[in-house]
DNA sequence: ATCTATTTGCAAATGATTTGCAATAAGGGG
DNA sequence: CCCCTTATTGCAAATCATTTGCAAATAGAT
C-alpha cells in the first residue's frame, strides 16, 4: 500500500481547496504546494525555501495556513525543526518514518501498531480523543557499511 | 509495573555515579539531581531553573552531561521544549507519555507496542539498531468536563 | 594551603519560527 | 479593463529555546 496519498495531485486541484475556503490563490502559494506535490518525503521550510523564490516568512505562515486547512501536515523529528508534508484529500496523513540518525535518510511507513493498544491506554486513564506520535530511528544500510 | 524506576535514589548514590566519572561534583549539579530525583513527570530546563538557584545555561549545561552519562533522559512532546527525566541505575528509561492537548496534564504509559513491529520495520528496511520516539496526546477527564 | 583543570555566571550568539508594518497583489464589482 | 477593499507579501526586527565565549570561582588532588 502506498504510504502517501500523492495521488499526482494536480494544482488545479489543490488551489481549488484553497479557493473553497475563502483564501487567496498566490504565486507563493502555488510554488509551495507544487514543490511539496513533487516529494515523497517531508521536507523543513528552509528546503521549501531554498526551492522557491519567496521570503522564507511567507513559506512559514503559508506552511501554517495550510496545516491550518489539513491540506499539509507537520513531523518532528526530534531535531528541532519541523518537516512538512502534503496530504491527500480524505487523508489525514497519519503515518510514520525511520529515520536514519546518520544521514538522516528517510523511509515512510504506512503500518502502525494496534488500534487497541492506543484505546486501552485511552480508556485506562480516561482520556478522549487520543492520538499519537511515533517515528522511528535507526542506521541505515548505507550507513552500516561505512 | 512501576513506569518510573524512582527507586528513591539517594543523592549520595547519585553523586557517586558522577565521581566514577571523573565529573566534579558541584553545587549546580546536585540541586539539580535532587530536583529531578523528586519528580515523577519529565521536566523543562526552565522549570528545573526555577526550582533552583543558578544560571539556566548551567542546568543545560549539566542536563546534557547527564543524558550524555545516561543518568538523564530526553523527551519531546513536540513544543519546542524538551523535558529531563532522572533515569534509575539500570534503566534505559524507555517509556512513553500520554499528553493532555489542553493543560499539558502528564501520564505515564509503561507499555508499548509489541517488539516484533518494530523488528519487522527495521528487517524490512534493513536498518540496524532501530529505535523508537512514541508520544500519546489527547483530552484528560477534566479538560473534558470543561 | 596551594595548584590546576573544571565548572560557573553572565552576556552575547545561534537557529528556528513568528510578527509588525508598509508596499503589493488577488478577487469582486462596475 | 479599471477600481476598491482586503488579504498577502517582503523585509526587518522580535521571540524562544538552547548554545557558546570568556573571565572569575571552585572542586579535588597534592
Ligand atoms: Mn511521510
Ligand atoms: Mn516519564
Ligand atoms: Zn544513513
Ligand atoms: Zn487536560
Chains 1, 2 share one sequence.
Do not use: W
Not at 126 to 144: D, I, K, M, T, Y
Amino acid at each position: 500500500m502506498a504510504v502517501h496519498s500523492h495521488p499526482r495531485q494536480n494544482l488545479a486541484e489543490l488551489t481549488a481547496r484553497l479557493r473553497q475556503r475563502d483564501r487567496r490563490i498566490t504565486g507563493p502559494r502555488q510554488l509551495i504546494l507544487d514543490v511539496l506535490r513533487r516529494e515523497e518525503h517531508p521536507l523543513t521550510a528552509r528546503q521549501i525555501h531554498d526551492l522557491l523564490d519567496c521570503d522564507l516568512a511567507t513559506v512559514y505562515r503559508s506552511l501554517r495556513l495550510l496545516e491550518e486547512m489539513a491540506m499539509v501536515k507537520r513531523f518532528d523529528f526530534g531535531d528541532g525543526t519541523a518537516r512538512f508534508e502534503l496530504l491527500g484529500q480524505n487523508d489525514d496523513g497519519h503515518h510514520h518514518h525511520l529515520v536514519c540518525r546518520e544521514c538522516s535518510t528517510v523511509v515512510e511507513i504506512g503500518e502502525c501498531f494496534s488500534g487497541n493498544f492506543e484505546n486501552r491506554i485511552a480508556r485506562q486513564h480516561g482520556f478522549a480523543n487520543v492520538s499519537h506520535r511515533l517515528e522511528f530511528f535507526g542506521l541505515c544500510p548505507e550507513c552500516q557499511a561505512a
